[in-house]
Nanobody, 128 residues
Framework: QLQLVESGGGLVQPGGSLRLSCAASGFPLNYYDLAWFRQAPGQEREGVSCISRGGSNTNYADSVEGRFTISRDNAKNTVYLQMNSLKPEDTAVYFC?????????????????????WGQGTQVTVSS
């Protein structure tokens, strides 16, 4: 069974950058489309980005378009989220998710309930 473990979160000043990693184990990652979701206290969960199995198709929330980049290295069983020009409103717990059946698109990227496998999350705090 696939397991996902996120890392790379932390405290960063506004305008700074972080790269989140999501390491998979238990099953080859190239069978799965993947996504990143985030949730801030008192706010609804937000789908940040998703990527197809081969990495050729990606989708981003308007709130992060042009600042965040999702990528994957199937040989390393890892997916990444490069976050640049971070803002205080990016503060949240970030979750890596995967699913065997889903295809990354603008609908699946927004709907966390569709994704079957979730990591434990990593905290990102953007503050001066």
């Amino acid at each position: 069974q696939l397991q996902l473990v996120e890392s790379g979160g932390g405290l960063v000043q506004p305008g700074g950058s972080l790269r989140l990693s999501c390491a998979a184990s238990g099953f080859p990652l190239n069978y799965y489309d993947l996504a990143w979701f985030r949730q801030a206290p008192g706010q609804e969960r937000e789908g940040v980005s998703c990527i197809s199995r081969g990495g050729s198709n990606t989708n981003y929330a308007d709130s992060v378009e042009g600042r965040f980049t999702i990528s994957r290295d199937n040989a390393k069983n890892t997916v990444y989220l490069q976050m640049n020009s971070l803002k205080p409103e990016d503060t949240a717990v970030y979750f890596c998710v995967a699913d065997l059946q889903l295809v990354c698109d603008s609908v699946s990227r927004r709907l966390g309930e569709l994704w079957n496998v979730w990591g434990q999350g990593t905290q990102v705090t953007v503050s001066s």
